[in-house]
């Protein structure tokens, strides 16, 4: 199993690969060093990339899970050969995958590791706390036969399946479903449980800077922008949409000019391209100015991106 530590300090943030609700990687962000290891992806295709970033002051004060019938205390005895000596020295709480993965922190922001569903209030998609990590650092243990031998299995297969373990026995508690997870924007897939598609959401007052990720995939999504790594006037962080560190983009200053644009274009029509100036008419691209306001919510499906704007009032 896989280490992963986190509320360590000099950790600056989280970033998870996802094929549909599989959870293939978890990986910390250690200081300076931005990028995690992509070494062992091969078919980048298939995965959406959730970062989350911690803000100084941060950190993990919570760690959710769901369905709740999913979760038990027990041995995965598929596993029991890799963790034998880990489990005679404690006790923990193993939990089968895929299970929708979430950190909340004590700013009260989430961060979901997990693809998005509808009917979020049903019982099948609620959520249960399983860990309350130390604010001074703990620990995560994530499994995934295929992943630990760095190799991804062909999709539908089992091998993107992750096990987690905890060092640290707890009471497993019920939440509610947070409110940012509840779109005010019509989703991407026509099927409303489909577990392709992943949504995010971001504020936009106070914008400074904005980093995209640009697909370096070959075909239809070459060079699209895939998401958006955020920067705040008082330093703080954000992101959207699917975004992985080696293939960001320049920096956009949007703080300089007070304005965002949008630009979408290709088949199937994603977004293509960001500015914080006035682009110009040619460059086939339908281009939409994004107020420094309320807040913005993205849709990634399969590659394909949808990008809305929703007013305070909203």
Same mark, same amino acid.
């Given at each position: 199993? #896989? @280490?992963?530590?986190?509320?360590?300090?000099?950790?600056?943030? &989280?970033?998870?690969?996802?094929?549909?609700?599989?959870? %293939?990687?978890?990986?910390?962000? !250690?200081?300076?060093?931005?990028?995690?290891?992509?070494?062992? #992806?091969?078919?980048?295709?298939?995965?959406? =990339?959730?970062?989350?970033?911690?803000?100084?002051?941060? &950190?993990?004060?919570?760690?959710?899970?769901?369905?709740?019938?999913?979760?038990?205390?027990?041995?995965?005895?598929? /596993?029991?050969?890799?963790?034998?000596?880990?489990?005679?020295?404690?006790?923990?709480?193993?939990?089968?995958?895929?299970?929708? /993965?979430?950190?909340?922190? +004590?700013?009260?922001?989430?961060?979901?590791?997990?693809? =998005?569903?509808?009917?979020?209030?049903?019982? @099948?998609?609620?959520?249960? %706390?399983?860990?309350?990590?130390?604010?001074?650092?703990?620990?995560?243990?994530?499994?995934?036969?295929?992943?630990? @031998?760095?190799?991804?299995?062909?999709?539908?297969?089992?091998?993107?399946? *992750?096990?987690?373990?905890?060092?640290?026995?707890?009471?497993?508690?019920?939440?509610? =479903?947070?409110?940012?997870?509840?779109?005010?924007?019509?989703? #991407?897939?026509?099927?409303? +449980?489909?577990?392709?598609?992943?949504?995010?959401?971001?504020? /936009?007052?106070?914008?400074?800077?904005?980093?995209?990720?640009?697909?370096?995939?070959?075909?239809?999504? *070459?060079?699209?922008?895939?998401?958006?790594?955020?920067? &705040?006037? +008082?330093?703080?962080?954000?992101?959207?949409?699917?975004?992985?560190?080696? !293939?960001?983009?320049?920096?956009?200053?949007?703080?300089?000019?007070?304005?965002?644009?949008?630009?979408?274009?290709?088949?199937?029509?994603?977004?293509?391209? #960001?500015?914080?100036?006035?682009?110009?008419? +040619?460059?086939?691209?339908? =281009?939409?100015?994004?107020?420094?306001?309320?807040?913005?919510?993205?849709?990634? /499906?399969?590659?394909?991106?949808?990008?809305?704007?929703?007013?305070?009032? *909203?």
């Amino acid at each position: 199993m #896989i @280490q992963l530590e986190y509320n360590h300090p000099g950790i600056t943030g &989280y970033s998870a690969a996802l094929d549909h609700d599989r959870l %293939c990687m978890l990986q910390a962000h !250690w200081g300076g060093k931005q990028d995690p290891d992509y070494d062992w #992806i091969r078919d980048t295709a298939r995965f959406h =990339w959730v970062h989350m970033p911690i803000n100084p002051g941060e &950190y993990v004060t919570e760690v959710w899970v769901s369905p709740p019938h999913s979760v038990g205390y027990h041995i995965d005895f598929g /596993l029991a050969v890799g963790i034998l000596l880990f489990l005679l020295a404690c006790l923990v709480l193993i939990l089968p995958g895929h299970l929708p /993965l979430q950190f909340v922190t +004590n700013r009260g922001r989430h961060t979901s590791f997990s693809s =998005w569903r509808s009917k979020p209030m049903s019982p @099948q998609r609620s959520y249960v %706390c399983v860990q309350k990590p130390d604010r001074h650092g703990a620990s995560l243990y994530f499994g995934a036969f295929e992943w630990e @031998q760095r190799r991804i299995p062909a999709p539908g297969k089992s091998g993107c399946h *992750a096990h987690f373990a905890f060092d640290k026995r707890e009471p497993v508690e019920p939440r509610e =479903w947070p409110r940012s997870f509840v779109p005010a924007s019509p989703r #991407i897939a026509r099927d409303p +449980n489909s577990s392709n598609q992943f949504f995010s959401s971001c504020r /936009l007052d106070d914008l400074v800077e904005v980093v995209p990720c640009r697909s370096r995939q070959v075909g239809a999504w *070459a060079g699209s922008v895939m998401g958006l790594l955020l920067r &705040y006037a +008082n330093g703080d962080r954000a992101c959207v949409g699917s975004f992985r560190f080696d !293939w960001a983009g320049g920096t956009c200053e949007v703080g300089r000019t007070g304005r965002l644009y949008i630009g979408y274009g290709g088949k199937p029509k994603s977004v293509r391209d #960001i500015s914080n100036e006035p682009p110009p008419v +040619n460059t086939g691209l339908y =281009w939409r100015e994004v107020p420094l306001s309320g807040k913005l919510e993205w849709w990634s /499906l399969l590659g394909e991106g949808k990008v809305y704007h929703v007013p305070d009032a *909203a």
